[in-house]
Every structure is written in structure tokens, then in C-alpha cells.
């Protein structure tokens, strides 16, 4: 049966219409409501006018090297902005084609659009209706959005205000940039298109491809389920259909977009992580210094609060030079793998416990610094506890220099494998500057954080020697003085001493200064420290930048005393300099996030000893590379151009150094295990010839091979000046002693 149809007179249609009128009226004057109490704050307040000016949004900090290099971030969100211009216009064609492509017709908010996506939402097949600039609003003001539907509702009316806010006061470029720099690209700590972009395709925003742009924009839609590296496939299929709308919007022909839809991702992925990347100990002593800096200069915002390093996005601009990072790095991992597999052969079948002083000691101090330990105290475990703990068999990750290891293996045996491994620092700088061009503070930032660059201070050995012979060289001492190498006892302040010398290391005889520096002989440097007294060595110490302790005992000839390879390394370069101390310098300045100067760094600079003395200095050190402790530099590592330096080795094996210099470049090295009680057993395999020069000559070795950092090999150390007035020339020097010089003869004495 069929139903009877119902026309409905020209009075009802008349009534109906006016009624879907008055709804429709209705919503607007509702909407339009809703608005007005929202801009009134009913809801609560919107941003006001100076935020819309500085929108907030957690920006990485970057560290940023000589050659203009980030050698890393600081961060909450690891996020840095950029401008406009460092936009390629793929990024910005691939972002209007597919989340608004009516951006540049409309003001913030498009009614057009909102229309047709609540005509699309009730055919079953929902969009979103957020502009650009409602979703800047969003990520900007909302911190994403609440989850909450009735809370979401007020927050949707606030983004409206705030996007017709922000198109009066910003350009359509400036929303696109700001946009691109706050947006999350999920995991990662990866936030922002630069972030982004060097994240998966180790690039910047300026150089990305159509098919890259396309993937990044893809992205944003839902990070995790379009997450190249998790789930490729789905990645895959969104550029093409971002690229799809990028040809269907006139920014790519078909051809085009064929073409990039059948390349594959070619993702370079690169995880960024504070434990990732060059330089982590100096952007650790890095971050240190800043905070104090901004602290003890009552450096703040304009509205009076602190700057956070982790989030205003400061712009630190340093001395490091990341290519010279990049080779002391290289060198270190290149020889300290093999220095450790001789220090485990040389222990191999040794009782550590009978063989090492203090060992248990040692082991129950670093079971006590460990964070297991400290884990287990907080959960209120008894001492005995905790040490069946550390005698229990667990899943422990290691650092090995083939890379981290997951094994099985009781904790209190991890903290034994520690303690056997070396360690290992680099300071490279300017002399002339003072400006540090490379810094390597430990071997693994990860797992082992303590620097030993700046924060360390170990034995110095024969590395102070030169102080020593530096006072002998100001009170008119020759290079060419001889002196009978034999035991010579001092006997200062009461206290009588002399040095040992053993006889492998002991060469008998008349030895000139410059023989027995080259040489480290031990006697012949007291004999020397008898005569000139250690207070003139511990003033002339101080003034070449030493801040440690140095005591006015004669031992501190021989390096008895602690010291940095900071402090060392700019020590050393006095004798490079002539005779002027640079301060060692890492930074240069911090800007804010819009390139205004909050600080600049002044390198103070003084006269420690003068210049003829600093060049005799260097004339006796050169000795050591080319014919004494250091003669492996020519003879192994081929490095014959001028090159000064010396080597240190404490008592007992305990640290190895060698501090080297040439007219452009000084650089320390320091090798030894975390405890001074663990070392090598021989000399021969201890010295600082062995476990810290090989380093310093694989680093020159890799610059002098750079030709375009500037490192020659054909420069030698300038004159003083004023010329010499002692004597370099010893055979001349013999002659003067003997009253045989040319005059002596004319005169017939």
C-alpha cells in the first residue's frame, strides 16, 4: 500500500523556513555570543598583546663552532627556529597544498572552509577546519590542545580570536615560519622543521627536496602512524598524497609528481641526543659557565626573568673549530683502542687484588659512587643488601671502544672493568688567541661524564720541568751550561731530598741543559732547582696560568704537584707566544633567539716571562721531539717540521702526558686510569712517549693533511725581536768557556 504523499501548503513552507531562518540566526548570534564573552575573558584570559609579539615556545639553545657549525643543543624541546628565507619553498608549496590551501585568501579564519567541512563531517567523511593560523594558535597558546571536549570548545573559540589576532600583526610568511617552528614531529626530541629535517635527512630546511618536503609535511598530521622509521610503508603512502596535492594545487606537474612519488625514502637518520654528537664534555663545561655567567652579570629577559638555557633559545657562539673537534676525537678512538688492548695484556694473568694498591679500596669507592648504589640506598636497602646486590648476576651495559655491550655479569665486576680502563683528554688551542680549537674531556660522555679537561687535575711529571728551566733561563743560564749528571741532595726548609733516576732512564756524564731537558734527567734538574730556589719556579707557574696548588718544595721540579690540561695546555703556550699568556678562551658570545649580544667574552692576556727567554725555551724543547723523550714523533709518526714539547710521567706510571706546540697551535694530552693506583708496571709502556704523544701526533697529522684550515708545516718560531744575548750555539758557548774564542786567539792569550 502505498503512502499517500503530504503537500505541504505554501503558509507551512513559509513557517518551516522561517524556523530553519531562526536556527541558523540562532547559531550565529551564538556564535557571535560566544566570541564576545571569550574575548572578554570569560572563559579565561587570552594572550595579551606583548605575547602575541614574542609567542613563547621552548627553543633549544645552540652551541655554534668557529666555522659555523652547531656542535649541538641545550634543550627541553630540541627545537631552534629559523626564518623565512632558510624555508625551501617545497616546505612551504607542500604545507599550504595540504593543510590550507586557501591560506592566502583568507584572515586567520576560513568560513569558507568551515562550511564545507561541516557538510563533509555529516556525509560521513570528517576533516579538520583549522587553518594554519588556528593551528599556530594552538601550538602556541593551547600547548596543543586538551583532550577534554567541553575544555576544547573554549579552547577552539580562543584560537579563532588569536589567528585573526596574529594575521593583524604578523605577514603570511612570518605565520608560515612561526608555524613550521613550533609544530612536534614526534619522537625523537625531534620539534621544528630544522630540528626535522637534520633528524631524518641530516640537511637544513633551505636544501630539502619535493619528496622530502613532502614526507616532513605528511608527518604532521600524525607523527607516530606516518613515522618514517617506525612504519615506512604508511610514510610512503602519505607523501604521495601530500605530493598529490601539491601537483593538484599548480606547485608540481604531474610529470613531477610521478616522478618523486616512485623514489624511495632515502632517509639519513640521525638521532639527536645530549649524549650524541662532537664536543659533549666541553658543551657540558659549556652549559656550566653560561649559567654562571648569566647569574654573576645579572644577565636576564627584558621582563626580568632568568634566561633557560634549555628553552629561550640562546645562541652561543664558541671557539671550537667542529673540523679539529672531529680529528682529536678520531685520534683518540684511533690509538686509545689499541693502548687499552696492551694495558689488558700487560695485566693478563696478574692478581689485581694482591697487585694493585689499595684495590679493595678502590672497588668499594666506586661501588659507593655508583648510581646502583644510590638507587638501592633510596629504597632503603642495609648494607649487606646492597652488596648482594652487587654480587648478583644482572643485565649490565658496557662501553668498549668496538662499541656498547650488553652482557650478564655481577655489578661489582662491572665497577672492576671500569677501573681498568683508561682514560684519555685533549686540549688543543691558538696560542696567540688563546682561542681552544679542540676539546676532548674523557673517552665515553655517556658513560663516564667526569671532564678531565677542565675538571681534572692529575700529577704533571716532567711536564713541569720546563718552569724550572724557564727561572734558570731568566737569571742568564745557557742551554749550553754543563752539568755532571749525579745524585745531588737539597736540603730546603729543614728537609733534605733528592730524586731518584733510574738506570735505564740515567745517561752518565757532562750533560748540557738542553740535553738534560730533552732527556728528562731528574738530577740535573734538582741541581738546577737547588741553585735557583722553587719560589721564583711556583711564582713563574702562577703567571703562566697555572690555578692548582703548586708548593714551594723542590719536588715541584719534577711535576710533584697537580695541574689541568687546561691549565697545562695554556701554559705551554707562554713558550709559543713569546712569552705572553693568553687566557685559554671557549667563548666568544651569547645572543638571544633574535641575534641581540647579551654577553661577549674578553680574553685577558699578560707578560709571564720575556720574550728571549720564552724562545730559548722553545729552542730546548724542540730537542725533546727531535732527540730526546719524543724523538718517536720523527722517527714513527714522520712529523720532522718544527714541533716543541715534552713528555711527563709521575711516579708509578700513573699519568702520561705530553704537551706540544708549534708557531700556530699548542695542544695537551693526559692519559691514565680513573685511580692513580692503576696503571701500567713498566715505564717503558707507562711514559707519556707512549700513552699520550702518539695521540697529539695522529691529531697533527690529520690537520697538516687539511690543507684548508690553514696548519703549515714549513713555519718555524719567530727571533725575539730585540735579537739573543745568550748563547744557542754550543760549540761557540765551549770556546767562550775554554778562552779560545776568535778574540782570545787574534789577542794570543
Request: aromatic residues 10%; hydrophobic residues 35%.
Amino acid at each position: 500500500m502505498q503512502k499517500k504523499e503530504v503537500k505541504l501548503s505554501p503558509q507551512e513552507i513559509k513557517r518551516y523556513n522561517w524556523l530553519i531562518w531562526k536556527i541558523a540566526i540562532g547559531f550565529v548570534v551564538l556564535f557571535a555570543l560566544l566570541i564576545t564573552v571569550t574575548a572578554f575573558g570569560l572563559f579565561g584570559t587570552l594572550p595579551p598583546f606583548r605575547d602575541l609579539e614574542n609567542p613563547k615556545s621552548n627553543q633549544a639553545s645552540e652551541i655554534i663552532s668557529s666555522d659555523k657549525k652547531v656542535l649541538g643543543t641545550y634543550y627541553v624541546q630540541n627545537r631552534s627556529s629559523v626564518t623565512y628565507k632558510d624555508l625551501s619553498p617545497y616546505l612551504v608549496n607542500a604545507l599550504v597544498a595540504t593543510e590550507d590551501n586557501r591560506f592566502y585568501q583568507h584572515s586567520g579564519i576560513d568560513f569558507q572552509r568551515s562550511f564545507s567541512i561541516i557538510f563533509y563531517n555529516l556525509i560521513g567523511k570528517p576533516q579538520g577546519g583549522s587553518t594554519i593560523t588556528q593551528q599556530l594558535a594552538k601550538n602556541l597558546y593551547n600547548g596543543g590542545g586538551s583532550h577534554n571536549p567541553f575544555v576544547r570548545i573554549t579552547q577552539k573559540l580562543k584560537e579563532l580570536i588569536i589567528s585573526v589576532q596574529l594575521e593583524r600583526h604578523y605577514t603570511k610568511q612570518e605565520i608560515l615560519t612561526m608555524y613550521l617552528n613550533t609544530v612536534d614531529f614526534g619522537a625523537y626530541n625531534t620539534y621544528g622543521i630544522k630540528s626535522a629535517t637534520r633528524t631524518y635527512f641530516n640537511t637544513t630546511p633551505d636544501k630539502v627536496s619535493p619528496d622530502q618536503a613532502a614526507l616532513l609535511v605528511g608527518m604532521l598530521n600524525a607523527p607516530g602512524l606516518y613515522s618514517p622509521i617506525r612504519h615506512p610503508q604508511n610514510a610512503i603512502g602519505r607523501r604521495n598524497l601530500v605530493l598529490e596535492r601539491m601537483g593538484k594545487e599548480g606547485y608540481l606537474t604531474s610529470g613531477q609528481v610521478d616522478e618523486f612519488k616512485q623514489k624511495p625514502l632515502d632517509l639519513e637518520f640521525t638521532r639527536i641526543d645530549h649524549n650524541e654528537g662532537l664536543a659533549q664534555y666541553f658543551r657540558a663545561v659549556l652549559k656550566k659557565e653560561i649559567q654562571k655567567i648569566l647569574i654573576d652579570k645579572s644577565i636576564t629577559k627584558p621582563d626580568g626573568t632568568p634566561y633557560d638555557l634549555d628553552r629561550d633559545g640562546l645562541k652561543i657562539y664558541t671557539t671550537i673549530d667542529a673540523t679539529m673537534q672531529e680529528y682529536a676525537e678520531e685520534s683518540q678512538r684511533e690509538y686509545m683502542r689499541g693502548l687499552q688492548a696492551q694495558f689488558n695484556d700487560h695485566w693478563k694473568g696478574h692478581s689485581l687484588w694482591k697487585e694493585i694498591k689499595n684495590y679493595k679500596l678502590l672497588l668499594d669507592q666506586g661501588m659507593r659512587r655508583s648510581d646502583r648504589y644510590k638507587e638501592l640506598v633510596s629504597e632503603g636497602k642495609s648494607d649487606d643488601e646492597i652488596r648482594e646486590n652487587f654480587n648478583t648476576p644482572d643485565s649490565i651495559n658496557l662501553f668498549t671502544w668496538r662499541g656498547d655491550i650488553d652482557t650478564v655479569m655481577k655489578p661489582i665486576d662491572s665497577i672492576v672493568y671500569c677501573k681498568m680502563l683508561l682514560r684519555n683528554s685533549l686540549m688543543s688551542m691558538d696560542p696567540t688567541t688563546g682561542y681552544i680549537k679542540a676539546w676532548v674531556g674523557g673517552i665515553n660522555f655517556e658513560h663516564f661524564k667526569y671532564d678531565q679537561v677542565k675538571d681534572g687535575a692529575r700529577q704533571v711529571g716532567s711536564t713541569a720541568k720546563p718552569f724550572t728551566y724557564a727561572v734558570a733561563v731568566q737569571q742568564s743560564y745557557s742551554p749550553c751550561m754543563e752539568f755532571n749528571n749525579v745524585p745531588d741532595t737539597i736540603d730546603y726548609d729543614g728537609q733534605k731530598w733528592c730524586p731518584r733516576s733510574g738506570k735505564t732512564e740515567t745517561i752518565p756524564g757532562m750533560l748540557t741543559m738542553r740535553e738534560a731537558l730533552a732527556h728528562s734527567q731528574n738530577w740535573i734538574t734538582a741541581h738546577i732547582m737547588k741553585e735557583i730556589t722553587p719560589p721564583p719556579v711556583v711564582e713563574l707557574a702562577k703567571r703562566m696560568g697555572i690555578t692548582t696548588d703548586v708548593p714551594p718544595y723542590p719536588s715541584i721540579c719534577l711535576g710533584s704537584f697537580d695541574a689541568s690540561v687546561f691549565d697545562m695546555t695554556g701554559a705551554y703556550g707562554v713558550f709559543a707566544n713569546h712569552g705572553v699568556w693568553t687566557q685559554p678562551t671557549f667563548l666568544l658570545r651569547i645572543e638571544d633567539k633574535n641575534g641581540n649580544v647579551l654577553y661577549t667574552n674578553h680574553t685577558q692576556i699578560k707578560q709571564a716571562m720575556d720574550e728571549q727567554t720564552a724562545y730559548v725555551m722553545t729552542y730546548m724543547l724542540k730537542a725533546v721531539v727531535t732527540d730526546g723523550t719524543g724523538a718517536r714523533m720523527g722517527f714513527k709518526y714522520h712529523l720532522t717540521n718544527p714541533i716543541a714539547g715534552k713528555t711527563g710521567t709521575p711516579n708509578d706510571n700513573s699519568d702520561g702526558w705530553f704537551v706540544g706546540y708549534t708557531p700556530q697551535l699548542v695542544t695537551g694530552v693526559w692519559t691514565g686510569c680513573e685511580d692513580r693506583d692503576i696503571h701500567f708496571r713498566t715505564e717503558r709502556l707507562g711514559e707519556g712517549a707512549n700513552t699520550a704523544l702518539p695521540i697529539f701526533a695522529l691529531y697533527m697529522q690529520k690537520l697538516y693533511a687539511n690543507t684548508s684550515l690553514g696548519y703549515k708545516k714549513n713555519i718555524d718560531f719567530d727571533l725575539p725581536k730585540g735579537g739573543l744575548s745568550i748563547t744557542l750555539d754550543c760549540g761557540a758557548y765551549d770556546q767562550q768557556q775554554k778562552g779560545t774564542s776568535p778574540v782570545d786567539k787574534k789577542l794570543e792569550f
